[in-house]
């Protein structure tokens, strides 16, 4: 499996970005996708995850309400739509796929749900 994110950029405060993530290598709209980030020093964050059908989204605490994932089957692309950025959204973003068609995703632990990753896209937001 293949992830390829782009989309990153520099951006001012208040502003938008979307991020778009490319996948190959099995079929995509079997498999729910998610979207992580890690800044400078910290841990990896959980961001978002959309299941196979987009019928169930899910977010992380510190971006529900800016942030939108969604994804396009027919072109095996998810998306991630970020408004009203913070100068603390500043990190790369990563795109992932989940591990397995069957598994429930538990948001207390979003990471275990995923096995692939692609290789980041760097969001920096200017205060």
């Known amino acids: 499996v293949q992830l390829q994110a782009s989309g990153g950029g520099l951006v001012q405060a208040g502003g938008s970005l979307r991020l778009s993530c490319a996948a190959s290598?099995?079929?995509?709209?079997?498999?729910?996708m998610g979207w992580f980030r890690q800044a400078p020093g910290k841990e990896r964050e959980f961001v978002a995850r959309?299941?196979?059908?987009?019928?169930?989204?899910y977010y992380g605490d510190s971006v529900k309400g800016r942030f939108t994932i969604s994804r396009d089957n027919a072109k095996e692309t998810v998306y991630l739509q970020m408004n009203s950025l913070k100068p603390e959204d500043t990190a790369v973003y990563y795109c992932?796929?989940?591990?397995?068609?069957?598994?429930?995703?538990?948001?207390?632990?979003?990471?275990?749900?995923?096995?692939?990753w692609g290789q980041g896209t760097q969001v920096t937001v200017s205060s």
């Open positions: 959309i299941s196979w059908s987009a019928g169930s989204t």
């Open positions: 290598g099995r079929t995509f709209s079997r498999y729910a």
């Open positions: 992932a796929g989940a591990r397995d068609s069957y598994s429930t995703f538990d948001p207390g632990r979003p990471s275990t749900s995923f096995a692939y």
